[in-house]
């Protein structure tokens, strides 16, 4: 029952992928493929040359071949016997002494959690409204890559060509010519590339003084806003009373009043517009005044749980954000890294002698490279233009194969002595066939304990070019970048702590799965050290 569903959802996830892809839709990971092959040009190439798949003018491959590849899989799964996919009693017995280990099992679990929450995408973290309800219509914006102008909910001016601005219409829903219902993500800001407006505290009259929620009398600036929101008065209070300097903005951000007031009375005022500024005073509600949280702005002000960093993004959705780069990335760079260093380490394992000797001395050769310095080298080169995600990714990938070879080379030199592969050549196998078919089988355990070592290298690696400045572009969200930003600004605590602990977190977690993968696959349940 479980193959047959396994198999069928496979199935059915990539019938949805070329559906989605073919009529504009956006679907939830689902869609991944597709998306990083917009992202990069080499992942795609003009329709022309296959005119049944072009899409937009172009032939996204990658994602067709992802979505071919996630049917294969399922037709495998359910056409393969039951007990052809059993797992050896071998492994079920490491899975079990894996299940033992309490730290290793309760990061996967928690590490699983992260990655269907990541997978979510725009459900859970984007700018855009899951659904719209406007004249008995239903507009679903965050699962379509056709942008909706504000002329389809009837803005008028500057909102009636640009994109919808939901979080405002959001504000808006249920008034008269206005949706009647806007449903917003649970973080309803983008990652990148989206300032949150400046969060305000409302502020309350209590005997004539101007207090805080909790009652006591407000000292500090207050301000008085325009029905936009924009700032039209900044004051000073002190004990809840008018004292220090105030002052005023036109609605075209020029400074145009200023005054002076000592124990709530007047002392001195100037308009620049005209003599008496009874009339621009009256622009705003006199007594409706609020705290303007300037970014960067702290936790639990404004809707934004872990506060703003120093370009207004909401943190929640920049981590959010670098969590899914993070998980694109590994997902990416583990294939990539273990089809080469799995074939190369087994050769010289396996042929051993002089291809065995040329090989390891060229790896010693790349090994010297140092790393940070071709990336400096390279980010002089390249233009702007094309640097980003490939790049990046690429350079990772030439050196991070190198260090697991000499593991599987050792495995290797110590697998081909063993019974079954001599009768495998006594059967006439050649040596590819032993190599994949034979032995590599019996590194699996190998593979699997290195495999969590590896996503937490590829993580730090990202995060600390991020943090140097040779990383990622400005339009992903990077932990090492928001890290950066916290260090610089350390006045503003919540920055700093939040990267560092979403950072040490997935390192922890990822770094618990792997030791209890490689003591669930050791054959000697504890080791002693006897002096």
Same mark, same amino acid.
């Given at each position: 029952?479980?193959?047959?569903?396994?198999?069928? #959802?496979?199935?059915? !996830? =990539?019938?949805?992928?070329?559906?989605?892809?073919?009529?504009?839709?956006?679907?939830?990971?689902?869609?991944?493929?597709?998306?990083?092959?917009?992202?990069?040009?080499?992942?795609?190439?003009?329709?022309?040359?296959?005119?049944?798949?072009?899409?937009?003018?172009?032939?996204?491959?990658?994602?067709?071949?992802?979505?071919?590849?996630?049917?294969?899989?399922?037709?495998?799964? #359910?056409?393969?016997?039951?007990?052809?996919?059993?797992?050896?009693?071998?492994?079920?017995?490491?899975?079990?002494?894996?299940?033992?280990?309490?730290?290793?099992?309760?990061? @996967?679990?928690?590490?699983?959690? @992260?990655?269907?929450?990541?997978?979510?995408?725009?459900?859970?973290?984007?700018?855009?409204?899951?659904?719209?309800?406007?004249?008995?219509?239903?507009?679903?914006?965050?699962?379509?890559?056709?942008?909706?102008?504000?002329?389809?909910?009837?803005?008028?001016?500057?909102?009636?060509?640009?994109?919808?601005?939901?979080?405002?219409?959001?504000?808006? +829903?249920?008034?008269?010519?206005?949706?009647?219902?806007?449903?917003?993500?649970?973080?309803?800001?983008?990652?990148?590339?989206?300032? !949150?407006?400046?969060?305000? &505290?409302?502020?309350?009259?209590?005997?004539?003084? /101007?207090?805080?929620?909790?009652?006591?009398?407000?000292?500090? /600036?207050?301000?008085?806003?325009?029905?936009?929101?924009?700032?039209?008065?900044? /004051?000073?209070?002190?004990?809840?009373?008018?004292?220090?300097?105030?002052?005023?903005? =036109?609605?075209?951000?020029?400074?145009?009043?200023?005054?002076?007031? =000592?124990?709530?009375?007047?002392?001195?005022?100037?308009?620049?517009?005209?003599?008496?500024?009874?009339?621009?005073?009256?622009?705003?509600?006199?007594?409706?005044?609020?705290?303007?949280?300037?970014?960067? =702005?702290?936790?639990?002000?404004?809707?934004?749980?872990?506060?703003?960093?120093?370009?207004?993004?909401?943190?929640?959705?920049?981590?959010?954000?670098?969590? +899914?780069?993070?998980?694109?990335? !590994? #997902?990416?760079?583990?294939?990539?890294?273990? !089809?080469?260093?799995?074939?190369?380490?087994?050769?010289?394992?396996?042929?051993?002698?002089?291809?065995?000797?040329?090989?390891?001395?060229?790896?010693?050769?790349?090994?010297?490279?140092?790393?940070?310095?071709?990336? *400096?080298?390279?980010? %002089?080169?390249?233009?702007? &233009?094309?640097?980003?995600?490939?790049?990046?990714?690429?350079?990772?990938?030439?050196?991070?194969?190198?260090? *697991?070879?000499?593991?599987?080379?050792?495995?290797?030199?110590?697998?081909?002595?063993? %019974?079954?592969?001599?009768?495998?050549?006594?059967?006439?196998?050649?040596?590819?066939?032993?190599?994949?078919?034979?032995?590599?089988?019996?590194?699996?355990?190998?593979?699997?304990? /290195?495999?969590?070592?590896?996503?937490?290298?590829?993580?730090?690696?990202?995060?600390?070019?991020?943090?140097?400045?040779?990383?990622?572009?400005?339009?992903?969200?990077?932990?090492?970048?928001?890290?950066?930003?916290?260090?610089?600004?350390?006045?503003?605590?919540?920055?700093?702590?939040?990267?560092?602990?979403?950072?040490?977190?997935?390192?922890?977690?990822?770094?618990?799965?792997?030791?209890?993968?490689?003591?669930?696959?050791?054959?000697?349940?504890?080791?002693?050290?006897?002096?």
């Amino acid at each position: 029952m479980t193959k047959n569903l396994t198999g069928l #959802l496979l199935i059915l !996830a =990539a019938l949805l992928g070329v559906l989605g892809e073919l009529h504009g839709w956006l679907l939830p990971t689902i869609s991944w493929p597709f998306t990083l092959s917009r992202e990069f040009e080499c992942l795609q190439y003009p329709g022309w040359y296959t005119p049944w798949l072009e899409v937009d003018g172009r032939c996204h491959w990658f994602g067709w071949l992802c979505m071919a590849l996630l049917a294969l899989l399922g037709c495998i799964i #359910l056409l393969r016997s039951r007990d052809s996919l059993r797992l050896p009693p071998e492994y079920r017995k490491r899975l079990q002494r894996f299940a033992s280990i309490r730290r290793g099992k309760w990061s @996967l679990i928690l590490l699983g959690l @992260l990655l269907v929450l990541a997978g979510l995408d725009q459900s859970i973290v984007g700018k855009r409204a899951l659904a719209v309800e406007y004249k008995g219509r239903w507009y679903f914006p965050a699962f379509t890559r056709a942008v909706l102008p504000g002329s389809t909910f009837d803005l008028m001016g500057d909102d009636e060509r640009a994109e919808t601005d939901y979080r405002a219409l959001a504000q808006e +829903q249920g008034c008269p010519g206005r949706p009647s219902l806007v449903l917003m993500p649970p973080v309803p800001y983008e990652p990148v590339a989206d300032v !949150a407006p400046f969060p305000t &505290e409302p502020l309350e009259w209590r005997g004539g003084l /101007l207090c805080r929620h909790n009652g006591q009398p407000y000292n500090g /600036l207050a301000c008085r806003l325009y029905p936009d929101g924009q700032v039209h008065l900044r /004051l000073r209070y002190r004990n809840g009373r008018l004292d220090g300097q105030a002052t005023g903005w =036109a609605r075209d951000r020029r400074e145009v009043y200023s005054a002076h007031y =000592a124990a709530g009375k007047l002392r001195s005022s100037s308009y620049a517009d005209a003599a008496d500024p009874t009339d621009f005073l009256a622009q705003s509600d006199p007594h409706r005044l609020y705290i303007v949280y300037y970014h960067p =702005a702290p936790p639990l002000t404004g809707g934004h749980l872990l506060g703003t960093n120093s370009q207004g993004a909401d943190i929640l959705a920049y981590l959010y954000g670098g969590l +899914q780069v993070n998980i694109k990335a !590994a #997902l990416l760079y583990l294939p990539v890294i273990y !089809a080469i260093g799995l074939t190369v380490g087994m050769l010289m394992g396996y042929f051993g002698g002089r291809f065995d000797l040329v090989v390891q001395r060229g790896i010693e050769i790349l090994s010297q490279l140092p790393f940070l310095f071709v990336v *400096m080298i390279l980010s %002089d080169l390249v233009p702007q &233009e094309l640097r980003g995600f490939v790049l990046i990714l690429g350079l990772l990938c030439l050196f991070g194969w190198m260090p *697991m070879t000499y593991l599987i080379r050792t495995a290797t030199m110590k697998e081909k002595t063993r %019974d079954y592969v001599a009768a495998a050549r006594v059967m006439g196998a050649g040596p590819m066939h032993i190599l994949f078919r034979h032995i590599l089988p019996n590194l699996t355990g190998i593979i699997v304990t /290195l495999v969590p070592f590896s996503v937490a290298a590829v993580v730090l690696s990202l995060t600390s070019l991020d943090y140097l400045g040779f990383g990622l572009p400005d339009t992903y969200a990077g932990w090492g970048r928001l890290l950066n930003d916290g260090l610089s600004k350390l006045s503003s605590p919540w920055i700093v702590s939040s990267a560092f602990g979403a950072l040490v977190a997935t390192l922890l977690m990822v770094t618990f799965i792997g030791e209890a993968f490689r003591e669930a696959s050791d054959p000697r349940r504890r080791t002693y050290y006897e002096s």
